[in-house]
Each structure stands twice: as C-alpha cells, then as structure tokens.
C-alpha cells in the first residue's frame, strides 16, 4: 500500500460553514466516502482541518495513485470541485523516510552519523 495525503482548499465564500450549497455537497461526500473508500481499496489513517486557512488534509493508504485519482473523480468529489480544489500528493511515512535515507547512504558507502 502506497500513502498519499490528499489536500482539500476552499475560500472563505465557499466554505462550508458559511455556504449552504457546499455544505450539502460536504455532507453528501462525507456520507458517501466509506463506500468510494471500500470501492478503491483506500483506507484513511488521519485527517483534519486548518479553520482560519480554509484547508483539510487526509492522510490516505491506498494500492496505488490511480485507485485515489479514481476515487477522486466521483461524482461527490467532483461536486466538491465546485467549492475548492482536490490535491494528491504521493506521500512516505516517517518510518520509509528512515529507510530511504539508510539506503541511500548504505549505496554511498558512507557513514550516518550524527
């Protein structure tokens, strides 16, 4: 499974607390997103939301990028397109972060120190 952390931008006109219209379509994806989760094989392993910066992030897993571009292209996500924008960013955890930076080093021959 690969991880992916997928960014959600509206404006101050379209946020979904103060308009009604992306409020429905908000709700709606919310309540339709476990089955295009199930759907794409993607799982959600956190999220959250920066009020004063109109942004909600999702930290996904999923098989790969096609499965959360799909995911993203029905029709309750694109609903939302209407409000804001919709960004997939490929994402490590930390841990592959480690792992990378080992290897790289390990292919260099050099030592990691502190």
């Given at each position: 499974?690969?991880?992916?952390?997928?960014?959600?931008?509206?404006?101050?006109?379209?946020?979904?607390?103060?308009?009604?219209?992306?409020?429905?379509?908000?709700?709606?994806?919310?309540?339709?997103?476990?089955?295009?989760?199930?759907?794409?094989?993607?799982?959600?392993?956190?999220?959250?939301?920066?009020?004063?910066?109109?942004?909600?992030?999702?930290?996904?897993?999923?098989?790969?990028?096609?499965?959360?571009?799909?995911?993203?292209?029905?029709?309750?996500?694109?609903?939302l397109n209407k409000f804001g924008t919709v960004e997939i960013k490929p994402a490590l955890s930390g841990e592959?972060?480690?792992?990378?930076?080992?290897?790289?080093?390990?292919?260099?021959?050099?030592?990691?120190?502190?």
């Amino acid at each position: 499974m690969a991880t992916f952390l997928m960014l959600l931008k509206d404006t101050p006109q379209t946020c979904s607390l103060f308009n009604a219209q992306s409020a429905k379509a908000t709700l709606d994806w919310l309540a339709k997103l476990p089955e295009i989760n199930q759907k794409y094989g993607i799982k959600i392993l956190a999220s959250c939301t920066v009020l004063s910066e109109h942004v909600s992030t999702m930290i996904v897993e999923a098989p790969s990028f096609e499965a959360v571009q799909r995911a993203s292209m029905e029709p309750e996500y694109f609903a939302l397109n209407k409000f804001g924008t919709v960004e997939i960013k490929p994402a490590l955890s930390g841990e592959e972060m480690v792992k990378l930076m080992q290897q790289q080093f390990q292919q260099q021959r050099t030592p990691i120190t502190a």
